[in-house]
C-alpha cells in the first residue's frame, strides 16, 4: 500500500477519470491537498466558483469544502494529499500558518511553460518514489512537497512576510481560528453557538470593547462585520451546495427562526435565500 498509515498518497487525475472516481462531494475534509491540474474545469470554493484553464497548480486545505464539475475527456494532471502529522517535525513552520492553507483560502496559480516545467518533475518524484521501496523515500517525499510549497509561496502577489506576534496580532489570530472552528456545517445538528461580539470576548477572556478595539485596528472591521461576513461566506455555501432547507441552515446558522435569517441574508445580499438559491 502507498499510504504512510494514512498520512501521505499520490494519484494522477487518468487514474480516477479511467476507474471512474467520481467528483467529490462538497464537503470539508480532514486532509491537505495540493493539485496539478491540466485542463478546464470550475472549482467551487465556499461561496466562489472560479474557472481554470490550461495549466494550473491549486492548493486545499481541510477547512475550506470545494468540488468541481466533471472532468472533461482529456484532462490530466496529479494530486498528493496528506495530514498534517505527515510534515511533524520536518517544516519550521506550521501548515496552518502558510496563507496557502489558512481557512477559506484560494490559492490558485495559472503556470507558465516555463513554471510547469519546474513543477510537473516534482510530481512525478513524488509518483516515482511512492511506487518505489527506498528506505527514506518518504524524507524524499517531504522534500519534493515541500518544494512544491514554497515555490507556489514565491508565486505569490504578496509575498509571506513573517507576523509580528504582538498581543493584538495574537488575538486577532484566535479570534479568527475560534470563528472558523464552528464552520463544518454538513449536517442539522451542527450548529453554531458562538455568534456574537460577547460570546467571543467570553471565549477569549477579554473585555467586549478590548476585542472590538483590536478587531477594528488590525483588520480594519468590527467584531459584527467579521461574524456577519463569516456567516454569509457559510449561508451562501449551504445554499448553493447542501440538501439543507433554508429552515434548517437558519437553525444551523444560529438564528432564532427563518424569518430573521432571512431578513439577515436580504439585508447583504438584496437577495432572499429561495431566490439565491436559483440564481
Given amino acids: 500500500k502507498n499510504q504512510k498509515n494514512g498520512l501521505f498518497d499520490v494519484f494522477t487525475i487518468e487514474e480516477n477519470m479511467k476507474y471512474n472516481v467520481k467528483t467529490p462531494a462538497y464537503v470539508r475534509r480532514d486532509f ?35 468540488t468541481y464539475e466533471t472532468l472533461a475527456p482529456g484532462t490530466k494532471g496529479y494530486f498528493c494529499v496528506f495530514k498534517e502529522e505527515f510534515f511533524k517535525d520536518s517544516l519550521r513552520i506550521h501548515l496552518t500558518d ?56 514565491k508565486l505569490s502577489v504578496s509575498p ?29 445538528s451542527q450548529k453554531i453557538t458562538c455568534r456574537s461580539p460577547a460570546d467571543f470576548a467570553d471565549q477569549l477572556a477579554i473585555h467586549i470593547n478590548y476585542l472590538n478595539r483590536v478587531l477594528k485596528k488590525t483588520t480594519g472591521k468590527t467584531t459584527t462585520e467579521l461574524i456577519n461576513e463569516r456567516l454569509l461566506s457559510e449561508a451562501k455555501a449551504l445554499l448553493k451546495h447542501s440538501d439543507l432547507n433554508i429552515a434548517e441552515i437558519s437553525e444551523a446558522l444560529g438564528y432564532r427562526d ?14 432572499a435565500p429561495s431566490d439565491f438559491r436559483k440564481v
Fill in 160 to 188: 509571506a512576510k513573517p507576523e509580528s506576534t504582538n498581543a493584538a496580532t495574537r488575538i486577532t489570530a484566535v479570534f479568527m481560528e475560534v470563528l472558523d472552528r464552528q464552520f463544518s456545517i454538513e449536517s442539522i
Fill in 258 to 271: 427563518q424569518s430573521h435569517f432571512s431578513s439577515f441574508f436580504k439585508s447583504q445580499t438584496q437577495y
Fill in 32 to 66: 491537505y491537498k495540493i493539485l496539478l491540474f491540466e485542463g478546464e474545469n470550475i472549482f467551487h470554493f465556499g461561496d466562489e466558483s472560479i474557472p481554470v484553464s490550461g495549466k494550473t497548480l491549486l492548493f486545499f486545505n481541510p477547512n475550506t469544502p470545494y
Fill in 98 to 153: 502558510l496563507p496557502l492553507f489558512k481557512p477559506f483560502s484560494k490559492p490558485i496559480y495559472p503556470l507558465s511553460d516555463d513554471l510547469f516545467a519546474e513543477i510537473h518533475p516534482l510530481f512525478v518524484k513524488i509518483k516515482n518514489e511512492i511506487e518505489g521501496d527506498y528506505s527514506y523515500k518518504y524524507e524524499l517525499i517531504k522534500s519534493y512537497v515541500s518544494a512544491l510549497i514554497f515555490s507556489a509561496l
